[in-house]
């Protein structure tokens, strides 16, 4: 049985899902004490809840401890069959961060997962928007063989949430290594600037005026989608998702979500900013992607590597956990203004 003390390293959810996952995958029991110690409300919140008997369910797994406020849980996975899993946060709790729990257990089903989760926010703080979940870190998973595609029913933001999405995975047990140390040279920086239900104040196209303008100044042309939405009568909002490209398949990406007293302008110029400060860094993945990439790297046979502008507390926790939960071994070292992320190869170890 693993015992993971999740109040290590950055004592967040990351730690509960990632190591749920883990579990799954390796067929093997997991005691999981302390969780989220170090947020303000420790212990599972809805969306945490939700993720876990979510990968319950894709695992067929027995669980104890799975109720709001536990700060000690059992999870004893069993066969991963997939098929289609239906899940519901209630809250306006992250859409993505649920798919990014579930995501690497799909891997391993027997046949191809459909994962549909209902009432919960697709864009909201402290988690990546839905569209750089689709279109960076599903396309960096692209590279390493992973067929994925996730579909938007309802965009959802805080406090309400109420969107959906369906993520559908086809198994791939066997990942390729990736390979991105040379940022090479920019070929495309694309986005996609969406508002549900605020059209008659233009807030997305004013999202992505001022996004392009602001990486125009740094002499970037952005091709930038908008979108106006109405899939969500209950909840208004707006996000920007930005994302550049390589001819080296280097994939660095930035957000911003709209909030109460937070003009649309502003979202759209923290989103250029956010892109503009990856790119002068020379990394070939941006610092979300750099740990949300770990679990894969770590269960991809072979030497992988990557460039990243921050060793961040995330990224720190997910390798931690790789190497104690898979057996995998890694080398961070600092390389002038990035940080060269190392899995080794087996023979290695």
């Not at 946060?89 to 459909?114: E, R």
């Not at 790297?297 to 030497?303: S, T």
Request: aromatic residues 6%; hydrophobic residues 45%.
């Amino acid at each position: 049985m693993f015992e993971i003390d999740g109040s290590q390293k950055s004592g967040s959810g990351t730690i509960l899902r990632l190591a749920v996952a883990l579990s799954a995958i390796r067929g093997e029991a997991l005691h999981i004490t302390n969780i989220r110690q170090n947020r303000p409300k420790p212990g599972l919140r809805p969306q945490h809840l939700e993720a876990v008997l979510t990968a319950a369910k894709l695992s067929n797994a027995q669980v104890e401890g799975a109720v709001l406020g536990s700060r000690e849980l059992w999870f004893k996975p069993s066969e991963i069959c997939g098929g289609t899993v239906e899940a519901r946060i209630g809250t306006a709790g992250s859409i993505p961060m649920l798919f990014m729990a579930a995501l690497p257990i799909c891997l391993h089903a027997k046949k191809p997962v459909q994962l549909r989760v209902s009432h919960g926010g697709t864009d909201t703080r402290h988690a990546p928007t839905v569209n750089y979940f689709r279109h960076v870190f599903l396309a960096a998973l692209k590279q390493m063989g992973i067929e994925a595609e996730l579909e938007v029913q309802r965009y959802g933001y805080y406090p309400k949430g109420n969107g959906a999405a369906t993520l559908t995975v086809k198994p791939a047990p066997q990942l390729k290594p990736i390979h991105l140390e040379s940022f090479g040279q920019l070929q495309a920086v694309k986005g996609i600037s969406v508002c549900t239900f605020l059209a008659e104040r233009k807030v997305a196209e004013r999202q992505a005026k001022a996004a392009t303008q602001r990486l125009s100044d740094s002499g970037i042309k952005a091709d930038i989608q908008v979108v106006n939405d109405t899939s969500n009568f209950v909840q208004k909002g707006s996000s920007l998702a930005l994302w550049a490209e390589t001819d080296k398949g280097a994939l660095l990406g930035a957000d911003s979500i709209g909030e109460l007293k937070k003009t649309a302008e502003a979202v759209g110029v923290e989103a250029a900013e956010k892109l503009l400060t990856e790119l002068a860094s020379g990394a070939t993945v941006d610092t979300y992607l750099a740990d949300m990439l770990i679990p894969y790297i770590a269960l991809a046979k072979g030497e992988s590597a990557v460039l990243t502008r921050v060793y961040s507390d995330h990224l720190e926790a997910n390798i931690w956990l790789a190497e104690k939960m898979l057996g995998a071994r890694f080398n961070v070292n600092r390389v002038g203004a990035v940080y060269r992320v190392q899995k080794l190869a087996e023979t290695d170890v």
